[in-house]
């Protein structure tokens, strides 16, 4: 989906699988999967056009620039995906379907199309390897510290999917339980937002791997927010959605303990 004409948008050049922010404060962490679109000079753009890579198919429009405004405020580190979701998705079980997909949103990708055993390994472990085992090591290096971090994780979604409208500016997923978010739900209603309260995404179903793996299986605190892309299509609305969100998790004290 485009966004608003104010957008700066282009296609990151590609350095390094994971990218590591750091941050003083070790009570949260901030992820953010699909920060980048940056595919390496060899795939060739994967057989798409730089507009194309611009899109939401290949990223999350704005999630890095709210990512590190929020890490910023909490004072916390950040660690960003360094690669397009369309090498391999960083968010997906790496024996999911949709781990590498040759088409996405009506969009062919010809790179994709009919790749090796041996090349969806080199994806593993060239791009999605090191982005988790970052993740795994900082959070592992806390709990040995006896500090148990929230982790936050941060997207964005388009304003339609299809014909189907996104009313929502800002939405708050959750898997097993509501009641650990809810306090966020109410806090963005409560500020005038029309909430997406597990929507457009149901994490019941549909999780994501980042927060399975590292989140879930460790029993940290932790949650989704889904920001509808047109709002932070702006450094400066990045970092206007980067301090609503640090408000709205010091105000309602979510996940830190007395």
Same mark, same amino acid.
């Given at each position: 989906m485009r966004?608003?004409?104010t957008a %700066?948008?282009? %296609?990151?050049?590609?350095?390094? =699988?994971?990218?590591? *922010? &750091? !941050?003083a404060n070790s009570a949260f962490l901030v992820v953010c999967?699909?920060?980048?679109?940056? $595919? &390496? /000079?060899?795939?060739? !753009?994967? !057989? #798409?056009?730089? *507009? /194309? #890579?611009e899109q939401?198919?290949?990223?999350?429009?704005g999630a890095r620039g709210v990512s590190l405004a929020l890490a910023e405020r909490l004072g916390c580190p950040a660690i960003l995906g360094g690669s397009s979701r369309l090498l391999i998705d960083l968010n997906r079980d790496?024996?999911?379907?949709?781990?590498?997909?040759?088409?996405?949103?009506?969009?062919? $990708? &010809?790179g994709n199309r009919a790749i090796s055993d041996d090349e969806r390994a080199e994806r593993v472990r060239r791009f999605?390897?090191?982005? *988790?085992?970052?993740?795994?090591?900082?959070?592992? /290096?806390q709990l040995a510290r006896r500090i148990k971090p929230v982790l936050i994780s941060v997207h964005s979604f388009t304003p339609r999917f299809g014909s189907i409208e996104r009313p929502w500016p800002i939405a708050v997923l959750w898997k097993k339980s509501r009641d650990p978010v809810a =306090?966020?739900?109410?806090w963005f209603a409560a500020q005038g937002y029309q909430v997406g309260d597990n929507r457009p995404y149901d994490a019941r179903v549909l999780g994501g791997h980042t927060l399975e793996c590292h989140a879930l299986r460790r029993n940290l605190a932790h949650v989704l927010f889904e920001v509808r892309n047109n709002e932070i299509g702006t450094a400066r609305q990045q970092q206007e959605w980067g301090e609503r969100l640090h408000?709205?998790? %010091?105000?309602?004290?979510?996940g830190m303990h007395d």
């Open positions: 966004m608003r004409h %700066v948008m282009n %296609v990151d050049t590609y350095s390094a =699988p994971v990218q590591f *922010h &750091p !941050g999967d699909h920060a980048s679109n940056a $595919v &390496p /000079e060899e795939y060739h !753009g994967l !057989g #798409l056009t730089a *507009h /194309e #890579l939401h198919i290949a990223w999350d429009p790496i024996d999911d379907a949709t781990s590498i997909s040759a088409e996405i949103d009506s969009t062919f $990708v &010809p999605f390897a090191p982005y *988790h085992a970052r993740i795994d090591a900082w959070l592992d /290096e =306090p966020l739900i109410d408000r709205a998790i %010091v105000e309602t004290r979510f």
